[in-house]
């Protein structure tokens, strides 16, 4: 392994100094770069992240139909040329909505892990920075969250707010937070042990400066981690929803509600109505886990001092 | 160390009664009520009989009595009844939960019995052919949900072999043979599950410490491989992977929901959602405080564990 | 749950749509002559008989049936719910005092002949104020403890009917009973509050069960024990896992019931049960449309399929038609017109189904209605329907919401081709809500929501009062579709009081025909489905408004297993 990519996994455990930190924040991305050239399933896991954001993005571009344009006649059609993924129960055209789909699953995805960690962060920062009462009663509420059972949570949350997708995010959102501000605030409280730190606090700097130039870079590589995981999680979650009849609603073209509503139910007369749906779920869970995975190889320190 | 464990309990009591605050709160604000779907699209009731079941289930009261008066019967361990169905709370907790004890306790004995070999392998072959394939083995295990490979499970055993588990639930002790045949599939498909995160844990910690400069002593000094990673690394390897299969739990416990649907066995999970689902409180609230407190000590024991293995912890 | 419902004309439906999906597929729409599912549809349209008669083989004692079922009982007092988890075993523990006709004496699946249960006989006073019914005598209660076998008489009937009328679900029905002699241990007298032909039919219906008083008087509530005269004895209930029911070997009709025991195992999920099906732990088991069926029938060529008979359809759109813009009549209208329901039946129920009416045909007309007959507001034109909208108020649309509870997978279908005919031809925008059961059941008969509900009929009902009177009189607790029309009331309640069958037949045409002119409850398309037998099950088959896995379980004390 090369020099600077020890430096900069010290980086992360520790923390740089001020001039140092947007070097590190390059050498990180650096870093990443020579671990996904290095490994071929973090690289194609990526590739395939890249492929749905893609994809979500050029979803009226690449889709060939509209996805909620209904030909009852042509209702379970198999694969063919002109349906290459078949037709569902009402005759829509299944890849047309399985591209659309992937706009909701990120979005799911994004907001979720999104509200979550930004909340988790908030929480976590506060927590460590400031210790004390304050830190002292909110850790116990995000203990008492955590001890509820996240998808019993979730399905709780959505129940009351009614089930839509937008509803499942924020169940799903809520479901992540006390888990990030747990690590953000362990990662505060070892950036606080540096003597850089002690240093600004010194020099009398604001709370607020010391927090977002110093202690915040810390804190995004475990996030970030944490993150690229929770993506895939919250696409299983906003599917075990929708089997449990508390998800996306119809017509919407959520993988997950394709594969536990149509797919499940005709997947014998029409196995394509759950393959595709359920690759589409497997393969981005998949790419976000293994990703996750590449994150972590790629900037976690204990995993790295091989020397 | 004795301080710091009064402390650690102290801090517990209140992480639970927040816990019951929430759910409690939740299960109120919920739309729908049990009482309407239990007279089966009757249409027959009057306000005045609802009125009167009402006051019999002392749901009339204001929350925060009822809140204080579930408070008193989970503290004096009566939970009450049902409103559904009238049962016993405990008579169904009693008859529930040996079924999901069982059922994870045999996920998990199956999601080791695959992660740890594919960990150990993964790690000591890291970055080779036999990593990927065992990593991809494992964490595809992530990527499916529950239910969808549930569903499959059960559909091709029927098509293919003639046979799925038996259903009708029945106790290991009643006949043994015929509960493990209830229980090994469904419990192969969560624990193929949870063999995911406990496989990762097992590469990462197996691959730091094959690291470590006693291992690599012992391999300087010619041991022979395979003795060296099952001597000394696996054995301090796995003590955080145990931390992990703890902390699965809850996860365990999302997939009994679904697999124990599909699989028509009668456990915690089941109860728990159809519970939410007519929405009756009083189930709801048990089930959900009884876990909460169940992870709530767990992690206490752990964090014990460890501020007794390391003694600077206790002074944080 | 509308567990049970309705029909299908396929006599003479069936054909005109074979023939039109056989044009369109010769047409040269190739992705759906290419479509497996069209082609078995095609097939299978009619091959499924619509009836099993009775076995002529002697019938063979023993065995034990199985079913795996959705649902599982919240609990045993038939005082306090009408849930398909209870009835569909409480009509096996507990006699009626008169039932209709069982599927192996019937003469066809619409036969809604009377016939005596605990009641040998009935008569009725002129004005139908006083019936009397006159009990079979040595009937004894099950030989369990607290009853031990005691022989049945009037005062049980008396002490369960008032019990009835005091608590519970069935207070509504047994209010209208204002006395009740016993002038001897075989005889009930009831005297009704206002005149009422429809008594007896009442005292069939699958939830009008009689339990034993003892347990009531004992235990204080029915909650823990189902003790009755039946021909099943309830041995075994837990939860969640299943029911067994034994034999009752001292059951007043000697012989019967033939099997040793029924076991119930609560199956929640559709995929195992069908599994289970397959494999032999279910001897029977209902599922939703032809190609289910050719899809088992691939794993077991041998099974026997019933295609039940649709005599109405449980669900419709309901409207909020006490609140603008549902209040006026050509919206409702305009909305019915712009719905293609016949697309409905030749798609999502792949031509086996009905375009669906609320009241079981058999009560008005011999045949199943046809399309024409609904009249004109239920053609599909969209052109029409576009300017009657206009001409309410409606040029450019309106925005509305939908809730529903996907009872099974083509309703969430049909939903959804609903609300593109009515974006399409109206330019109504509908927001669906798919709602969790105890959300959407809370919110649907509480007459407070506004907009549209996927709306059910309960499914438990076979006698022509309940159907009509109860569902659409403005008083009714289970008016759930809101419907609010004088007309309707007033020929509702003389319905219940003609005791000529010519006449009630013309009323109650007339108010059909009314409910179709003014769209108060805007039926869907539905299908009753198939219900599925292993080959060796006898007498199991299904009749109009009673499926054997339902409300019409009292059938299987007629089952027998020929192995």
């Known amino acids: 392994m090369s020099g600077d990519g020890a430096t900069a996994s010290l980086a992360v455990a520790t923390a740089p100094p001020r001039a140092a930190a947007r070097a590190e924040s390059i050498s990180r991305w650096r870093l990443l770069w020579l671990t996904l050239r290095r490994k071929p399933l973090g690289a194609a896991a990526a590739g395939l992240i890249m492929l749905l954001v893609l994809t979500a993005i050029l979803a009226n571009v690449l889709?060939?139909?509209?996805?909620?344009?209904?030909?009852?006649?042509?209702?379970l059609t198999p694969p063919s040329r002109e349906h290459l993924f078949g037709t569902d129960d009402i005759g829509r055209d299944v890849l047309s909505r399985i591209i659309y789909g992937s706009r909701i699953s990120l979005w799911v995805g994004l907001l979720a892990v999104g509200i979550g960690t930004l909340a988790g962060m908030i929480i976590g920062l506060v927590c460590g920075y400031w210790e004390g009462r304050l830190d002292l009663a909110l850790q116990r509420l995000m203990d008492a969250v955590q001890a509820i059972p996240g998808l019993i949570l979730a399905l709780a949350i959505v129940s009351v707010l009614t089930p839509n997708t937008t509803n499942a995010m924020l169940a799903i959102a809520i479901v992540i937070i006390p888990g990030n501000s747990r690590i953000v605030r362990g990662a505060v409280l070892s950036a606080k042990q540096n003597r850089y730190v002690e240093a600004a606090e010194a020099l009398g700097c604001r709370h607020l400066h010391i927090l977002v130039r110093h202690i915040l870079?810390?804190?995004?590589?475990?996030?970030?981690?944490?993150?690229?995981?929770?993506?895939?999680?919250?696409?299983?979650?906003?599917?075990?929803?929708?089997?449990?009849?508390?998800?996306?609603?119809?017509?919407?073209?959520?993988?997950?509600?394709?594969?536990?509503?149509?797919?499940?139910?005709?997947?014998?007369?029409?196995?394509w109505l759950a393959v595709f749906p359920g690759l589409a779920i497997s393969l981005a869970v998949l790419a976000f886990n293994l990703f996750g995975d590449t994150l972590r190889d790629a900037w976690d320190p204990k995993l790295r001092r091989k020397g | 160390m004795y301080k710091y464990v009064i402390r650690r309990v102290m801090l517990a009591v209140p992480v639970l009664l927040l816990s019951s605050v929430i759910v409690f709160g939740l299960m109120r604000v919920m739309p729908g009520d049990a009482l309407t779907v239990l007279m089966g699209e009757s249409g027959n009731i009057g306000e005045k009989e609802l009125a009167k079941l009402r006051k019999d289930l002392r749901l009339d009261l204001p929350y925060h009595e009822q809140y204080l008066l579930w408070l008193w019967q989970m503290v004096s361990l009566s939970p009450g009844d049902s409103l559904f169905t009238g049962e016993p709370i405990t008579v169904s907790l009693r008859k529930a939960i040996p079924v999901t004890l069982e059922l994870t306790a045999l996920a998990m004995i199956l999601g080791l019995a695959l992660a740890v070999p594919i960990g150990v392998l993964s790690a000591t072959r890291q970055d080779t052919p036999s990593d990927y394939a065992g990593r991809m083995v494992a964490v595809s295990g992530l990527s499916f949900p529950d239910f969808w490979l549930g569903t499959l499970v059960i559909t091709f055993a029927a098509i293919w072999f003639k046979w799925i588990p038996p259903i009708g639930y029945v106790s290991f002790w009643e006949s043994p043979t015929r509960n493990l045949q209830q229980f090994l599939l469904p419990a192969a498909v969560l624990g193929f599950r949870l063999s995911a995160a406990t496989m990762r844990m097992t590469r990462s910690t197996v691959l730091e410490v094959l690291r470590e400069d006693y291992v690599r002593t012992a391999w300087a000094k010619g041991l022979g491989g395979r003795i060296v990673v099952y001597k000394h690394a696996l054995k301090n390897a796995l003590i955080p992977v145990v931390t992990v299969v703890g902390g699965q739990l809850g996860v365990l416990l999302a997939g009994a929901v679904v697999i124990e649907t599909i699989f028509a066995l009668p456990g915690m999970g089941r109860l728990t959602v159809e519970a939410i689902l007519y929405r009756d409180y009083p189930v709801v609230q048990t089930n959900v405080m009884l876990v909460a407190a169940t992870l709530v000590t767990l992690n206490l024991v752990v964090d014990l564990t460890y501020a007794w293995l390391d003694p600077r912890i206790r002074y944080r | 749950m509308p567990t049970q419902g309705s029909n299908g004309d396929r006599s003479g439906v069936s054909r005109r749509q074979f023939l039109r999906r056989a044009g369109g597929a010769a047409a040269g729409l190739s992705a759906f002559a290419l479509a497996r599912p069209s082609r078995s549809v095609a097939q299978t349209a009619s091959p499924?008989?619509?009836?099993?008669?009775?076995?002529?083989?002697?019938?063979?004692?023993?065995?034990?049936?199985?079913?795996?079922?959705?649902?599982?009982?919240?609990?045993?007092?038939?005082?306090?719910?009408?849930?398909?988890?209870?009835?569909?075993?409480?009509?096996?523990?507990?006699?009626?005092?008169?039932?209709?006709?069982?599927?192996?004496?019937?003469?066809?699946?619409?036969?809604?002949?009377?016939?005596?249960?605990?009641?040998e006989s009935w008569t009725t006073s002129a004005d139908h104020r006083i019936w009397t019914f006159k009990l079979r005598q040595g009937v004894k209660w099950q030989n369990v403890p607290p009853l031990n076998g005691r022989e049945l008489t009037s005062a049980d009937i008396k002490y369960c009917f008032e019990a009835y009328a005091k608590e519970g679900v069935q207070t509504f029905n047994f209010k209208e009973i204002e006395g009740i002699e016993t002038p001897d241990k075989y005889t009930v007298r009831l005297h009704m509050q206002s005149p009422n032909v429809f008594v007896a039919q009442a005292l069939a219906e699958p939830i009008s069960i009689i339990f034993a008083r003892e347990v009531l008087e004992e235990d204080g509530d029915l909650k823990k024990r189902c003790i009755g005269t039946g021909p099943f004895i309830l041995k075994e209930h837990t939860r969640k896992v299943k029911v067994v029911l034994q034999r009752n070997p001292d059951y007043w009709d000697k012989g019967r019931p033939y099997v040793d025991e029924y076991v119930i195992l609560s199956t929640p999920d559709a995929a195992t049960r069908t599994a289970a099906f397959r494999t032999g732990q279910a001897d029977f088991i209902h599922v939703a449309s032809p190609s289910e069926v050719e899809v088992l029938r691939k794993t077991n060529p041998n099974l026997v399929a019933q295609s039940y008979f649709n005599a109405l359809t449980p669900f419709g759109l309901a409207m909020s038609q006490d609140k603008p813009p549902f209040s006026d009549v050509r919206v409702r209208r305009a909305l019915a017109m712009a719905i293609d329901r016949q697309r409905q039946v030749d798609t999502v129920y792949e031509g086996h189904g009905i375009l669906g009416w609320?009241?079981?045909?058999?009560?008005?007309?011999?045949?199943?209605?046809?399309?024409?007959?609904?009249?004109?507001?239920?053609?599909?034109?969209?052109?029409?329907?576009?300017?009657?909208?206009?001409?309410?108020?409606?040029?450019?649309?309106?925005?509305?919401?939908?809730?529903?509870?996907?009872?099974?997978?083509?309703?969430?279908?049909?939903?959804?081709?609903?609300?593109?005919?009515?974006?399409?031809?109206?330019?109504?925008?509908?927001?669906?809500?798919?709602?969790?059961?105890?959300?959407?059941?809370?919110?649907?008969?509480?007459?407070?929501?506004?907009?549209?509900?996927?709306?059910?009929?309960?499914?438990?009902?076979?006698?022509?009062?309940?159907?009509?009177?109860?569902?659409?009189?403005?008083?009714?607790?289970?008016?759930?579709?809101?419907?609010?029309?004088?007309?309707?009331?007033?020929?509702?309640?003389?319905?219940?009081?003609?005791?000529?069958p010519k006449e009630q037949r013309a009323i109650t045409k007339r108010i059909v025909d009314r409910e179709f002119d003014q769209v108060l409850r805007l039926w869907m398309p539905y299908d009753n489905g198939f219900m599925i037998f292993q080959p060796h099950m006898r007498n199991g088959a299904a009749l109009a408004l009673r499926r054997t896995d339902a409300y019409g379980s009292p059938q299987i004390a007629r089952v027998w297993l020929d192995k």
């Open chain 3, 48 to 119: 499924y008989p619509e009836w099993i008669p009775a076995s002529t083989k002697p019938a063979k004692r023993g065995g034990t049936l199985t079913r795996a079922s959705a649902w599982d009982p919240p609990m045993l007092d038939p005082r306090m719910t009408q849930s398909v988890g209870l009835f569909q075993f409480a009509g096996l523990t507990s006699n009626r005092l008169v039932r209709y006709t069982f599927a192996d004496e019937a003469a066809g699946p619409g036969d809604m002949g009377l016939k005596g249960d605990l009641a």
């Open chain 3, 358 to 500: 609320g009241v079981p045909y058999m009560y008005y007309q011999d045949k199943a209605p046809t399309a024409a007959q609904f009249g004109p507001w239920w053609q599909y034109k969209p052109a029409e329907a576009k300017k009657l909208l206009a001409e309410a108020g409606h040029p450019n649309g309106f925005s509305t919401t939908l809730f529903y509870y996907e009872y099974f997978p083509q309703m969430t279908s049909q939903v959804q081709l609903v609300q593109a005919d009515l974006k399409k031809n109206l330019n109504i925008d509908v927001k669906i809500s798919k709602l969790d059961y105890t959300t959407y059941y809370g919110r649907y008969v509480d007459p407070k929501w506004e907009g549209l509900s996927w709306g059910f009929q309960s499914g438990h009902a076979v006698g022509l009062d309940e159907r009509t009177y109860q569902y659409m009189h403005s008083k009714s607790t289970k008016n759930f579709f809101r419907v609010n029309d004088p007309q309707i009331d007033e020929l509702t309640t003389k319905l219940r009081q003609t005791s000529d």
């Open chain 1, 217 to 271: 870079p810390n804190v995004t590589a475990p996030i970030l981690i944490i993150a690229s995981i929770w993506l895939g999680n919250a696409i299983l979650i906003e599917a075990t929803l929708s089997f449990l009849g508390l998800g996306t609603q119809p017509p919407t073209p959520s993988w997950g509600l394709m594969l536990s509503s149509t797919g499940r139910a005709f997947m014998e007369q029409a196995p």
């Open chain 1, 63 to 75: 889709a060939p139909y509209d996805p909620l344009e209904t030909h009852p006649e042509i209702r």
